[in-house]
């Protein structure tokens, strides 16, 4: 079964960065939202879905399937999560 995985970054974090690399390394089919690269009330709106599984608004988050939430760069837990 497919999972849904939604990475939240800024366009220019390291940590973001090394996330996606991770992901594409384990061949993880995943949506970006940069978040510093929109503007007005899709950021906002953005922002909020980030706030609701991220309080601190922090970067990179990781949400799978709408229910798991990885904050920050964690490989373990990634592969937890995704089972790889």
């Not at 973001?16 to 949506?31: I, M, N, Q, S, T």
């Not at 939202?33 to 988050?61: A, F, I, K, M, W």
Request: charged content about 30%; aromatic content about 8%.
């Amino acid at each position: 079964m497919a999972r849904k995985v939604m990475l939240y970054a800024i366009s220019t974090c390291g940590w973001c960065k090394r996330a996606k690399d991770f992901l594409d390394g384990c061949g993880v089919a995943y949506e970006v939202q940069h978040v510093d690269l929109l503007t007005g009330e899709e950021r906002e709106r953005v922002r909020e879905q980030v706030r609701q599984h991220n309080p601190r608004l922090s970067y990179p988050t990781v949400v799978v399937d709408d229910t798991e939430v990885i904050v920050g760069y964690d490989e373990g837990r990634m592969r937890e999560v995704l089972g790889l």
